[in-house]
């Protein structure tokens, strides 16, 4: 592993992206598969089949009339994305309420199809006990043009944050205050890709002209706690869920993961709420962030999705055990 991230293609060295280098890396996006065809219709169908109680549009994201200069995805269909929150049964007062939230990042396919696989699969084994809230993908755009950040340029999990400038996460937190239910949990799904060294963390090493330490991508699965509500035993039970389905990530020889101490058999800490993520925008209690490696020899698209339902049910398991 190298010290420094290769030069990337935008920017000059040493100055924070412009407008106009912004306008350069939008002109290179462009749509690689449909939100339509793979998030927003299984939604519906789930609903029309009983597995979600009520499918609540929280918002739109208006990106159909961005603009394009000469880049390579010149008349490339963008659209104005529906965003949905998944409720899964009937509200019952005295109930813990779970959020689950996927998609923050776009790019990582099985925070947004392990959403969708828990709703088919798994969430109505809970009605009764629980009552479970799903934002299944946050953020379309970058779901169809497999991308970290949204057009402009802005990455919405460090975005979580009053008056935020992702309308991503502002309108995520909109949706979660209005539900005005006091949660127990909340559990994000993410991916560690290969990508973020060869595309995203070079790309904002060259927005921000600030030097990213160069990390190697850890192979395996892991989750990330809060500094703040650690949980260890929470954070444990969703390791063993998921050691069942696929491998655990392993500290490197600095005993870490991402540059973060590791606290245990595959666990880190972050400090969320400081760092504006996703996983510090609540105030449950339990807390988690997953984070699945897709790029492994050992594992693949079925395999990541199983993953993260692992990891939503053994961390439901977990509270419910604990609170009751």
């Known amino acids: 592993m190298t010290d420094a991230y290769p030069e990337y293609s935008i920017g000059t060295p040493g100055k924070p992206w412009t407008e106009k280098d912004k306008q350069a890396w939008l002109d290179q996006q462009y749509q690689k598969r449909s939100y339509f065809d793979e998030v927003a219709d299984p939604l519906n169908q ?55 939230t996927g998609g923050v990042h776009g790019y990582e396919t099985s925070g947004v199809q392990g959403a969708i696989a828990f709703i088919r699969d798994a969430a109505s084994a809970y009605k009764g006990k629980a009552n479970i809230i799903v934002l299944p993908c946050l953020s379309p755009w970058g779901y169809e043009t497999i991308n970290r ?29 209005a539900l005005e239910l006091p949660l127990s949990m909340h559990i994000d799904l993410h991916e560690t890709t290969d ?38 035993d929470f954070q444990r039970a ?20 991402i540059g973060a101490d590791v606290e245990q058999h595959g666990v880190i800490n972050y400090d969320k709420k ?7 925008f609540t105030d449950a209690p339990y807390v988690s962030t997953t984070e699945v490696y ?31």
């Open 149 to 177: 950040w949204n057009p402009f340029a802005l990455d919405p999990n460090r975005s979580f944050i009053e008056n935020s400038p992702s309308q991503e996460a502002k309108l995520a937190m909109a949706c979660v205050a």
């Open 294 to 324: 897709p790029d492994s020899p050992n594992a693949n698209d079925e395999i990541c999705a199983k993953a993260q339902v692992a990891a939503i049910t053994g961390a439901i398991e977990h509270v419910l055990s604990q609170l009751s």
């Open 274 to 280: 400081s760092l504006h993520l996703c996983g510090g």
């Open 46 to 100: 789930l609903r029309s089949e009983g597995l979600i109680y009520e499918l609540i549009n929280y918002g739109t994201l208006h990106y159909q009339s961005l603009s394009l200069s000469d880049g390579a995805n010149q008349g490339s269909a963008y659209a104005d994305y529906p965003l949905y929150c998944a409720v899964i049964g009937e509200h019952q007062a005295g109930l813990p309420n779970i959020l689950v």
């Open 195 to 232: 990508s973020d060294n060869t595309e995203f963390r070079p790309a904002l090493a060259a927005r921000d002209a600030i030097e990213q330490k160069v990390w190697d991508i850890p192979d395996g699965f892991y989750t990330v706690g809060d500094t703040s509500r650690p949980k260890p």
């Open 238 to 257: 969703i390791i063993k869920a998921v050691e069942s389905v696929t491998h655990i990530a392993l500290a490197d020889k600095d005993n870490k993961i």
